[in-house]
């Protein structure tokens, strides 16, 4: 039933028009090896795949895709996977692919056709999350009702001018959560965030809001904390010194003079202004070169 299609190649073309699907005769044809197992290690990995199982349905194997951009090469990916995770588990696979742009999302929810335009052989579809897609959550009432739905949004509203208001919200919530479920949360809401400058929102709300958990970021943001402390104590006594040694010198210190040496905050320099205070003619000769 198919090697006559190796003697043959151009029978094809009168099977597709008995079929009524129009393929133009071939003009030359070349026989390919039909092993079709891969020669070598070729490393292929979804970025997260569970199995579901309910009461009513057979169980489908959940293929999660985080996608940052469009990318060309993906759509062939993702059929892959699914063709993969059917011929291996035998189960019905299903690609949910996680955004936080709009374009982004509306381009990976295209359904896509592999096959000649007469006949698609086979179409991808994946569901999509997304910004225009996930709920807007502001009210801390929302957000409890489903807190791991809320972590979602509040990472796929990244760019979403109400972004503040979202993560508010969510530390609002957090604060009555116990530390064994706010914690992981914490983390997975700053991770998702990434650059986006909803990340120092969230750090700094977390640092605030949420100052007596213990997780890795609240930790971070504290030890920060002392540390930008610790450099302005440093700045304040060194801007001391420069002043008191000036004065003790009877160096009159103009008052531009001052405010430039108290305002200063990086301990290095206000070393420095320390040890030309000692032998300069005038407060202002401390900042020559500068």
């Not at 044809?29 to 795949?49: A, F, I, N």
């Not at 959550?137 to 109400?162: G, Y």
Request: aromatic share 6%; charged share 25%.
């Amino acid at each position: 039933m198919h090697r006559i299609f190796q003697d043959h190649p151009g029978l094809f073309s009168g099977v597709s028009e008995v079929l009524g699907v129009d393929f133009a005769p071939p003009t030359s044809v070349t026989v390919l090896p039909t092993d079709l197992t891969e020669t070598r290690p070729l490393e292929r990995r979804v970025d997260t795949l569970l199995r579901l199982e309910t009461e009513e349905d057979e169980p489908i194997l959940l293929a999660v895709e985080a996608q940052g951009r469009r990318d060309p090469d993906k759509p062939a990916s993702w059929a892959y996977y699914a063709s993969y995770l059917l011929a291996k588990y035998r189960l019905q696979p299903m690609l949910l692919v996680v955004c936080q742009d709009r374009a982004t999302a509306e381009w990976a929810a295209r359904p896509v056709r592999f096959g000649p335009p007469q006949w698609p052989l086979l179409t991808l579809r994946p569901l999509v999350a997304g910004p225009h897609n996930m709920p807007v959550l502001t009210d801390p009432a929302d957000v409890r009702k489903d807190l791991a739905l809320a972590t979602l949004s509040a990472i796929t509203q990244a760019a979403n001018p109400d972004i503040g208001a979202i993560l508010k919200a969510m530390t609002n919530v957090l604060r009555d959560t116990p530390a064994v479920l706010a914690n992981p949360i914490v983390e997975l809401i700053a991770q998702g965030l990434g650059t986006y400058p909803a990340a120092d929102t969230w750090r700094k709300l977390v640092a605030v809001d949420l100052s007596f958990y213990k997780s890795p970021l609240s930790e971070e943001l504290r030890d920060e904390g002392r540390a930008e402390g610790r450099a302005e104590g440093e700045a304040r006594r060194a801007a001391e010194d420069v002043l008191d040694v000036l004065a003790e010198r009877g160096i009159a210190v103009p008052e531009e003079v001052r405010e430039r040496v108290v305002g200063c905050g990086d301990p290095d320099t206000l070393r420095r202004w320390l040890r030309r205070a000692v032998t300069a003619p005038s407060a202002d000769a401390i900042f020559a070169d500068e």
